[in-house]
Structure formats: structure tokens, C-alpha cells
């Protein structure tokens, strides 16, 4: 029986490290490499990985993201279990073929029925004013390339056990960090046997009057807008998916089936993001229970502006959030 | 191409809700200037609403037990001899509409849900009653509820009826109430329920009253002829200026005290009563007071009373002595109003002239009933009113 | 070890080679009449005439060494073990090939025991996949090397360089090996690069290089047996160009209108370079041998099962 109860402060950032470190202890197949690795990364993630696990299993490369994907394929082929960081979601682009031809497609070609286990970090979102190309959100693609698994984690907490779950995962994870959510902080589990399954979702608000479905950075606004709500009466129920491949529809649903009125919010651009995908799938499998059209709170249809105060304009706010729910419930 | 006209509730001074009682014209059917089209139901009565012209009902857009607004759009008419095949080519086109906006304006919008949950029912879901334009499954629901009550009830009635305890070996011919009589019967109710009323009585001598009447008459033509009804409502509207408390509508803090008197006159219709009103009564001679009196007696029966004909009485006179040798003319008041005036019929009673000799001689009588509400009126001001009443008939013509 | 010694081994490494390149040559035939008479998935990719650099590349790896090979014939995977009958399903899309029926006119042969470790039909993907495998034989221990396959065009590739920039610099036991031909389909290489030997570009990364002579499976089997030495010894990876001829299109039923007449020259045939090494009676033989496995093999492919929907939704996910 794993005992959740004992947890610890721990910053996003830092779970994932945690996580990271607990799975290298534990299996001498996982190794780390990308950029500034033996530096602890860009953003803290891997910092004390090379004091513990020596540069033989903390990997600094060159600016080469292909390379970097496809050595991690590669390598997974070849039995080992990789953990790469891509720096930014945004490269996933350099490393298309690698990413979204091997890792996910590999297996599938050849007919192989073996564990592959990857692990392809990509730090997603806005940080204040890194740009249009340092701050996409490309969770998206991993849906749309049948052979991967795709986790976003919101809080510090899942951010561990998801990656502990992806390193034991036999199949290829990209593991969206949210750059937004680096350094909050949250209660964690100490357990090194914790550890978050993947394609489950989670209500972090139970509610009678709509269905909210959201990850990542939008957790939560989505949370804030559903308690200012409250005091109107209006029942927000909240769902976090922490996947999106699998994704738990199960779950949401239920929810949808309870509420009949059904929103989704991302920071991802709204034209053909994550929240496309599920509005189809939750008005195919339960029109009937459906009272209003299902809705979409996210990121304006353009690149995201360098000024930081524009970029903040351009994703979900609160106060967005909440007139969508407003609308939502009033049709 | 044929053109099709919106049909719309038309407007009916104050009255803003509207619930769909019934067609009286089926879909196809053609119908003439004057021809009831549909029933509505207002605050105040159940209204027949006429075609202003003639034509062909070419599509219904509300069905009965919609809650509608005045204005809204109830369906559509075609001009007379309009084709089928053309009806229907214009009806498809106007369903699907230049915009989304004008489709909605159509037929309410009918949700996923709802939709799913009327086919469960085995309900059709335009027939159900929309709230705001939307029919959502809250509104299926209640209407299964509704219609599973109403049918129980239906059922107790004609299986097993909820006859009262006692009668269960009595033979019984079932009628179904109708919507008039339930609405009359809530309205009567309530209006016993909400004010304590009193009825005062008089009598009044109405020799004097008859001789005038028949010089006045002499030589005039059917129509022109005044009634005694004519005389009577304007004695009492004379009166009514004298005693405004009897011309008024009580609330809790105030007592309305209208300072134009529009009298009600009750009709007799083959559809039950109706009270149609005359606006300004206190403004109206004899003569205008007897012909206003029989043309909207004359509408009340031919069910052509305009709105405003319907409402703002502030004072109701109720003849039932026309209808027969009815000794009383006690009534319920008409809420607002805080009196009515009944009339029975005229009798010839013997009765004594001169008390200090005890003359007795057999004199044409009229005993009007006053029925006033007791939170507004206290004795003394309707026996003031019933006395003026009295002395003014009794010396009409003088 | 004595001369007779060491020539009987030649021998035996020589009928060996021979062996696969007749296979291989069996096995084209076959195809070019089998895409004539019958339908055929997708494009079939003609080897024939380019078999000697497979066939000696594959003689010098150890079974466990991995292998990573693009698209062309089907001497690599004859080289490194695979039997005629699963190659023969998977390009016939029957279960009996060596993916169980995912085959179709790019193969995708694979078979992990024997380390053929699969095929990406993007050129140039080679290139890391078979660093990552590099570097877990490194991180291992093993003492296995990787091999990665690839043309003169896919050269080209911004994989090529970003991966040799951390190969060398890692040390990683790796292998270049370069198909020369001179053909990016109907391009030629000249027209499109600085320069018409691929090993030049070893310089710039501080890596041995060695162009051979492609046609001749044995000079090829020497160049490779070299440098998988160094890699095994640690001192990380080379580049090989191997010299080859296109004998025939770059897809079967390509009309090579860009081809100039004079082309094939300088053609030898891989097969013709091999038997002069050998006796008549044995060439006999093995050609006789090589002909009726492969007949054999296509016989029983052609009454295989061939590949159902089943197929389609298996292999996505383990578990």
C-alpha cells in the first residue's frame, strides 16, 4: 500500500526532478540529456541530477533538437529508457520526424509487439514575454499522432507522479511541463512508489450546473472563476484531464451527463486545439443530453506577441472564464 | 409566388401575456373577414382573436398551451385562393429564413436534450409550451408531468371519476369544463376569497320613472328607444359623482378613486357573461347612454368587443331582471370594483304611498341590489348612495 | 593462424558472401518479374547491381550489432541473416513476413535478434536512431556497434551533421555508411553538392573516413571491418563512402529519361566481382542453391495468409 499522506512543499519544477531522480535510482536503464543538462536545465528541472547519476547518465548536447529526439528514439529502440528535454514545446517542430514519425510510428511499422519507454519533456506555454516562439502550446500534436501518450500535469504534485508514470510507461510519453506553473509550489508525496496513472482525469470541483474540462495552466483560473461563480449561484464542476492521450472521457461524460451544458478552456490557440477534439466527442457521444452548444474558452487564433502585456491579453483569464460559464448556463 | 402575412397577437391595451388556447382554423383552411381564428387566454379573459381579412391559415407557429407575449408570431396567412402546392413551396421558404435569427423567431428552439426526452414521451416537441423561445428538457419534463396529471385526471373523470362521496349510483352525463369556465370559476373565487361583500337593497317606485320613459319613447324607432337599464345607469353614474367612493378599486394602502366612471354593462351570451365597458360614461346623455349600452351588448354577443371595451370598468350594472322575474339581484364583485349595481326584474307589488294614511295601490317596483366590498365601503356611504339612487329614479322625468 | 587456415576461412567468408549476394540477386529477379506480371503495393526499390556494399558491410558486424539500413533491395537484410521467406512476406504484404504483415513496397524488415533494427522511410532519420543506439551500447558496455545506411543525397540531411557533431565528439561506436551512386532519383549529386565524395565532409568533424570501391563486397567487408575495430575499441565513429552503381531505376518502372546512355559504363556486375574469387562448381551451386530457396520461399509466401484488418490496429501501444 503506497502511503500518500507524507508529502513535502515542493516546487513544480522540482517534483519533476524529484520524480526524475527517484526513477534513476531505481532503474539503471533511464538516463537525461538535452541542453544544458548538467547545468540543471533551463528552468531547474534537472538541477542535481549530475551530482547523483555522473555525466555518463546526465547528457549536455549541442543546439541539435532532431538529433536530440532522435538519439532518444534511438536509444529507446535500443532498449534504453530516455529522458530528453526539449528546452521548449515549441521545438518540437525541429524535431517533427523524429518525435511524430519514429517515436510514435516505430513499433507500429515493423510490427513490433515490444515496451518502448521515452520520455519527451516540452516546456509549454507563456512565461512573460518569451514569445511566439517560446511559448506555444503543442500538446495538440501529440494527440493527432496515434502511438503516443500525452500527459500535462497542473500541479507540483502530478507533475511527479506523471513523470514517474511515464517512466514506467512502455510506450513513448510527451510530458508537457507549464512553464507558468514552474516554480508554484504544492504538497507533493514522498513516496518514490507514487505515482499518477496515465489517461486519468481528475474533478478538483464538483459542480451541478456545468462541465468544465481543462490542464495545465488553466486549472487554476478555471478553479477562480469557478468559486467567484459560486457566489451567483452557477455550480462549476472542474475537471483537470492531466492527459490527453489517452484521455479520460469517461469521466467527462459523467460530468456532462449530470450538468448537460459542457465547456472546455485551454491555453493552447482555440482552431483545432485540444478543446476541438473533445467538444466533437462529447456532442457525439451525448448529444441528446446536451442543452446549449458545447463551448471553448481559449487562446486568440494568432501567434502570441512578444510584449508580455499583449501575450497576457491573448490566453483565458478568469474573468473570461467566467462570462463563457455565464453565457453557458444561461442558454 | 405566393406571399405569406405574419400573423400576430395583436394588441390589447395593457394586457402583455398571452397563453394559446386553441385554433379555430385548421392548417389549410380558409377563412372569412370577421372568422375566429384562435383563442387566447389573457390576465383578464379568455379573448377570441378575428381575422381582419379574409384568407388562408397557410402555417400555425404556436400550438395551444403556448406561453406567448403580445406580438408574437402565432403563424401565417395566406390571401384567399392561394393554391395548396403554392402554401406550401411559400411555408418551406419562410422556414428556412434569410438568417438564424429569423429561424428562431419561427419555432422556439428545441435543445438536444429536450428533444431526446419529448421522443421518450412520445411527445411531439413543437407542441411543447416554450419558455423565452427555448424549449429545454426542464420544459419536456414538466410537460410530461403536466400531461400525466391532466390525463389522470381525465382518466378519474371518465373511468373512475372523483365523484363526490354519495353520488356514486346516481347516473351522471360527464362535461368537460371548459377553459371559459374554469378561468370564470378561478376569477369568482378569488374574488369571494380576497374581499368581504355585502349586499344593500332598495325600493324604488318606478311609476314616474315608466310614464317618462314612454312619453320619451313615443314616436321613436326601435333602436332608439330607451331602456329602463338607460335610465337607471344614468341615474347611477349621476350618482356615482356624488359618492366616488363606490367608482374605485381598493388595494391595501390605497383606495383608487377613478375619476372617470366606465360602466360595465353585464351581457348574457350564448358563451356565458360578458361585461363589456363604456368609457366615460359620466359624459353620456340619455340617449347616448342607451345606444352605447346596446352596441356593446349588441359586440359582447357577436364577440367583436375590442380590448379596450373589456377592461378598465370601474363600476359593474348587472341586469338578470331581463332574463326573468328574478326577485334579487345580489351578485359577486368584479375585482377590481368595489361595487355593482344589480337590477331584478320589475315587479308589480302592492305598496303603501301615503304612510300616514296607509294607502295602499299596486305600483311598478324595482328593488336594485347594491353588492359593495366592506373593506372599502362602509354601510352609511351605500346607504347614502342607494337613498340618492332611489330619489333620483323616483322623480325621473321630473 | 597458418596459411591453409586463414585461406580456408577466406574461402568460407567468401562462399559466404557469395551465398548472399546470389540470394539477394535471386530475390531481385523475382521482384522485377513479380511487379511485372502481378499488383503490387506501393513502389518496389530495385537493389540490383548495388548488392556488394550491403553484402560486405554486413559480413564484418556481429549479429548483435545494430543495423540501420534505407530503402534499397534487399542485400542488407540478407547480409545480416534474414531468410528469403519473411523478406519476401513483408514485400508482399502476407503474415508470414518478418513485421507479420505490415509489409507493403516499403518494407520496414526488421527482426531485433538478428539486429536489424528496422527501417524510417524518411531519409536521413537513420542517423540518430542508430547514434541512440550507439550510445546505449555505450552506456551498456556491450561492446555493440551501430551502423547507420544511408545515400549520397541523404547526406544532405541537417541529421547527417547534427549527429556526427556529437558522434565524434561522444566517441560514439557508429558507423557511416554511405551508398554513393551518384543519383538523388533523376538528380545528379554534382548538381547539388560541393562535392561528389561524401567522405569529404569526415574532415570538418575529425573523423577517419575511407571511400571503397562499392562493387566489390570484399573491399567493402575490409574498409568496414576496420572501422567497426575502432569503434568497438572506443575511438568512435567513421564515414565509408562505398562506390556503388544504380543498375536500374530508382523505383521499378522508373524510364530514366534523365539517364544518359553512357552511364553504365563502368557497370560491374557485384556477382561477376565475387565469383572470380570462387570455383565454377561452387558458383554453380550456390546460384542453383540461392535459386531454389528463393523460389521456394516465394512459393510458400504466395500461399500465405495475407495481411488482414487485424493488422491495422495492432502494434500501436504495448500494454
Known amino acids: ?331 | 409566388m405566393a406571399e405569406l402575412k405574419e400573423l400576430r397577437i395583436p394588441h390589447m391595451g395593457s394586457v402583455e401575456n398571452a397563453r394559446m388556447v386553441t385554433w379555430r382554423i385548421a392548417e389549410g383552411s380558409p377563412f372569412r373577414e370577421g372568422d375566429v381564428l384562435y383563442e387566447i387566454e389573457t390576465d383578464k379573459t379568455v379573448t377570441e382573436v378575428p381575422a381582419e381579412s379574409e384568407g388562408i391559415l397557410a402555417r400555425r407557429a404556436a400550438e395551444a398551451g403556448a406561453e406567448l407575449k403580445v406580438g408574437d408570431l402565432v403563424g401565417w396567412t395566406a390571401r384567399a385562393n392561394t393554391s395548396a402546392g403554392e402554401i406550401a413551396i411559400a411555408v418551406a421558404r419562410v422556414s428556412r429564413g434569410p438568417s438564424s435569427a429569423r429561424v428562431s423567431e419561427l419555432a422556439p428552439r428545441i435543445s438536444p436534450r429536450a428533444r431526446r426526452l419529448a421522443k421518450e414521451a412520445g411527445l411531439d416537441p413543437s407542441q411543447i409550451a416554450s419558455s423565452g423561445g427555448r424549449i429545454r428538457g426542464d420544459d419536456v419534463l414538466r410537460s410530461v408531468n403536466a400531461a400525466t396529471t391532466a390525463q389522470n385526471q381525465t382518466h378519474s373523470e371518465v373511468r373512475s371519476p372523483t365523484t363526490p362521496s354519495g353520488y356514486e349510483s346516481v347516473p351522471v352525463d360527464l362535461v368537460l369544463n371548459s377553459t371559459r369556465r374554469r378561468a370564470i370559476a378561478r376569477r369568482l373565487s378569488e374574488s369571494v376569497r380576497a374581499a368581504p361583500q355585502l349586499t344593500a337593497d332598495v325600493q324604488v317606485d318606478l311609476t314616474r320613472l315608466l310614464a317618462a320613459r314612454a312619453g320619451h319613447n313615443a314616436g321613436l324607432a326601435g333602436p332608439l328607444k330607451v331602456s329602463v337599464l338607460s335610465y337607471v345607469a344614468l341615474a347611477a353614474t349621476r350618482m356615482l359623482l356624488e359618492h366616488r367612493a363606490l367608482n374605485a378599486a381598493y388595494s391595501e394602502t390605497h383606495t383608487f378613486h377613478w375619476r372617470s366612471i366606465n360602466l360595465g354593462i353585464a351581457v348574457d351570451t350564448s358563451e356565458g357573461l360578458v361585461v363589456p365597458v363604456i368609457r366615460g360614461a359620466e359624459s353620456l346623455g340619455l340617449s347616448e347612454l342607451n345606444t352605447a349600452i346596446a352596441e356593446v351588448a349588441s359586440r359582447a354577443r357577436s364577440r367583436t368587443l375590442r380590448q379596450d371595451e373589456l377592461e378598465g370598468c370601474t363600476f359593474t350594472i348587472s341586469n338578470p331582471g331581463a332574463l326573468g322575474p328574478v326577485l334579487r339581484a345580489e351578485a359577486i364583485l368584479n375585482p377590481p370594483q368595489v361595487a355593482l349595481l344589480g337590477l331584478p326584474a320589475i315587479q308589480y307589488v302592492p305598496i303603501a304611498l301615503e304612510p300616514e294614511n296607509y294607502r295602499i295601490e299596486v305600483r311598478p317596483v324595482l328593488r336594485p341590489s347594491l353588492t359593495f366590498d366592506h373593506r372599502a365601503l362602509d354601510g352609511g356611504q351605500v346607504i347614502r348612495f342607494l337613498s340618492g339612487l332611489k330619489e333620483a329614479l323616483e322623480q325621473a322625468g321630473v | 593462424m597458418n596459411s591453409t587456415a586463414a585461406s580456408a576461412e577466406v574461402g568460407v567468408l567468401y562462399e559466404s558472401m557469395y551465398e548472399r549476394l546470389a540470394v539477394s540477386r535471386a530475390i531481385e529477379r523475382l521482384m522485377a518479374q513479380h511487379v511485372r506480371d502481378k499488383p503490387f503495393s506501393g513502389w518496389w526499390h530495385p537493389g540490383e547491381g548495388q548488392e556488394a556494399a550491403p553484402i560486405g558491410a554486413t559480413a564484418a558486424m556481429r549479429a548483435d550489432d545494430y543495423l540501420f539500413y534505407q530503402g534499397r533491395g534487399v542485400a542488407w537484410v540478407v547480409g545480416k541473416g534474414m531468410q528469403p521467406e519473411p523478406i519476401l512476406g513483408d514485400l508482399l504484404g502476407r503474415m508470414n513476413g518478418s513485421t507479420r504483415g505490415k509489409g507493403g513496397g516499403v518494407p520496414h524488415w526488421v527482426d531485433y535478434a538478428l539486429g536489424i533494427m528496422g527501417e524510417g522511410a524518411t531519409l536521413g532519420s537513420v542517423y540518430a536512431l542508430a547514434a541512440g543506439a550507439a550510445l546505449a551500447a555505450k552506456m551498456r558496455k556491450t561492446g555493440q556497434i551501430a551502423l547507420a545506411d544511408f545515400g549520397d543525397g541523404t547526406a544532405a540531411r541537417g541529421t547527417f551533421h547534427e549527429t556526427m557533431i556529437h558522434a565524434a565528439a561522444w566517441k560514439l561506436p557508429l558507423i557511416y555508411f554511405c551508398e554513393n551512386n551518384s543519383w538523388i532519383v533523376g538528380t545528379r549529386l554534382k548538381d547539388v553538392s560541393p562535392t561528389e565524395s561524401i567522405a569529404d565532409y569526415a574532415a570538418g568533424y575529425h573523423i577517419p573516413a575511407a571511400v571503397v570501391d562499392g562493387q566489390d563486397a570484399l573491399a567493402v567487408y575490409e574498409v568496414v571491418k576496420a572501422a567497426i575495430a575502432r569503434a568497438r575499441d572506443g575511438k568512435g565513429p567513421s564515414l565509408i563512402e562505398a562506390k556503388v552503381v544504380r543498375r536500374r531505376g530508382h523505383y521499378a518502372g522508373d524510364p530514366q529519361q534523365y539517364r544518359p546512355a553512357d552511364d553504365l559504363k563502368d557497370y560491374r556486375d557485384p556477382l561477376d566481382v565475387m565469383r572470380a574469387r570462387l570455383d565454377a562448381q561452387t558458383v554453380a551451386r550456390l546460384d542453383a542453391q540461392s535459386e531454389t530457396l528463393v523460389r521456394d520461399a516465394y512459393e510458400r509466401t504466395l500461399n500465405a495468409p495475407e495481411a488482414d484488418r487485424s493488422v491495422i490496429l495492432r502494434d500501436l501501444y504495448y500494454g
Open chain 1, 1 to 331: 500500500m503506497v502511503n500518500h499522506r507524507e508529502t513535502t512543499s515542493l516546487g513544480y519544477n522540482a517534483a519533476m526532478g524529484l520524480a526524475l531522480a527517484e526513477e534513476m535510482r531505481r532503474d539503471p536503464g533511464v538516463f537525461v540529456l538535452g541542453q544544458g543538462m548538467v547545468n540543471g536545465g533551463w528552468f531547474g528541472t534537472e538541477r542535481g541530477l549530475v551530482n547523483e547519476f555522473g555525466t555518463e547518465r546526465v547528457l549536455d548536447t549541442n543546439i541539435s533538437e532532431a538529433f536530440q529526439a532522435g538519439l532518444t528514439a534511438g536509444a529507446a529502440i535500443a532498449g534504453m529508457k530516455p529522458v530528453v528535454n526539449m528546452g521548449f514545446g515549441d521545438f518540437a517542430l525541429i524535431a517533427g520526424d523524429e518525435i511524430f514519425h519514429k517515436l510514435a510510428k516505430w513499433r507500429y511499422m515493423h510490427g513490433l509487439e515490444v515496451p518502448m519507454t521515452a520520455v519527451v519533456i516540452f516546456p509549454i506555454g507563456t512565461m512573460g514575454g518569451a514569445g511566439p516562439e517560446h511559448s506555444s502550446c503543442t500538446e495538440v500534436l501529440g494527440m493527432h499522432f496515434p502511438g503516443l501518450r500525452v500527459v500535462v500535469p497542473s500541479t507540483p504534485s502530478d507533475a511527479k507522479g506523471l513523470m514517474k508514470a511515464a517512466l514506467r510507461e512502455p510506450n513513448p510519453v510527451l510530458y508537457h511541463s507549464v512553464q507558468s506553473l514552474g516554480w508554484t509550489k504544492g504538497e507533493v508525496p514522498t513516496s518514490p512508489d507514487f505515482v499518477v496513472p496515465i489517461g486519468k482525469a481528475l474533478v478538483r470541483r464538483t459542480g451541478a450546473d456545468i462541465t468544465l474540462v481543462t490542464y495545465g495552466s488553466m486549472v487554476r483560473r478555471a478553479m477562480a472563476a469557478g468559486e467567484a461563480l459560486a457566489s451567483e449561484s452557477l455550480d462549476v464542476e472542474v475537471i483537470d484531464l492531466r492527459s490527453l492521450a489517452p484521455l479520460d472521457y469517461e469521466t467527462v461524460l459523467t460530468s456532462v451527463t449530470k450538468t448537460h451544458r459542457a465547456m472546455i478552456v485551454h491555453e493552447a490557440v482555440k482552431t483545432a486545439g485540444p478543446g476541438a477534439e473533445i467538444a466533437a466527442q462529447i456532442q457525439e457521444r451525448v448529444f441528446f443530453e446536451l442543452e446549449a452548444p458545447v463551448m471553448r474558452v481559449a487562446a486568440i487564433d494568432v501567434p502570441l506577441p512578444q510584449q508580455s502585456s499583449l501575450e497576457a491579453l491573448c490566453i483565458p483569464s478568469v474573468e473570461e472564464i467566467a462570462a463563457a460559464a455565464r453565457e453557458l448556463s444561461a442558454t
